[in-house]
């Protein structure tokens, strides 16, 4: 089984500034997968960005990277210059192999606010 | 690009009554996994599907049920509806569930939102 953590349930940010999202997880797999997804208002469930468990280089697109800490089970999720349009629910997540591979375990969320 | 289909994007009923919600994946994608997200709360995975044959199931009630057809679209039938049935019911889709795949994001549809009166 899976078990993810996100300890903070809101976090703010100022325009242009630098925001950490944290994300802990637990898992037996030995093949994973761990991603962020994003809700805004519209609920839609829009992926940020994953990362193979397999892989030492924390993976980056554009303003998001995360920091990838295995033995620590740590995911955390880096927005630089943050833009309004990054105010948002965001979900950390894992996927595992074997039998369960594919299905999604999410954390409780975290609420972005991002000021002016 | 082509993204995730899920009709009807709002639906009410009834107490009792049956709802079928449809998904149509992205094309290509043969697997097809479905989550409920209840108001203030993280999504659940309740079933998927690979090549129409059911893969994994989670914490799905009996009422509901489900299945992929040959063009690999998918429904999830929900009888005997409770009001704690009321939530958003997302269709996700992926491209195959080999363990080494580097296609396996799961890309998420819109949603259908479910209020049972």
């Known amino acids: 089984a899976q078990t993810v953590t996100q300890s903070q349930p809101e976090m703010s940010v100022q325009e242009a500034e630098t925001v950490t999202l944290s994300c802990t997880y637990d898992?037996?797999?030995?093949?994973?997968?761990l991603f962020w997804y994003k809700q805004p208002p519209s609920r839609q469930m829009i992926l940020v960005i994953r990362q193979e468990a397999y892989k030492q280089q924390n993976a980056t697109e554009n303003r998001f990277s995360v920091n990838f800490q295995k033995a620590a089970k740590s995911f955390s999720l880096k927005i630089s210059d943050s833009q309004l349009g990054d105010a948002a629910m965001y979900f950390c997540?894992?996927?595992?192999?074997?039998?369960?591979?594919?299905?999604?375990?999410f954390g409780q969320g975290t609420i972005l606010t991002v000021h002016p | 690009a082509a993204g995730v289909i899920q009709s009807p994007r709002h639906l009410i009923k009834e107490k009792r009554e049956t709802a079928t919600l449809k998904c149509y994946p992205i094309p290509r994608h043969d697997t097809v996994y479905w989550y409920q997200q209840g108001p203030g709360q993280d999504p659940q995975f309740l079933i998927s599907f690979y090549e129409k044959m059911q893969s994994d199931k989670g914490s799905i009630p009996d009422r509901f049920s489900a299945q992929q057809f040959s063009d690999y679209h998918s429904e999830l039938n929900m009888s005997s509806l409770e009001l704690g049935d009321s939530a958003l019911y997302f269709c996700?889709?992926?491209?195959?569930?080999?363990?080494?795949?580097?296609?396996?994001?799961?890309?998420f549809g819109p949603g259908t939102r479910l209020t049972v009166l």
């Open positions: 997540a894992s996927s595992g192999g074997g039998t369960s591979y594919g299905k999604l375990t």
């Open positions: 996700a889709s992926s491209l195959g569930l080999h363990p080494l795949a580097s296609t396996d994001t799961q890309y």
């Open positions: 898992t037996s797999e030995s093949d994973y997968y």
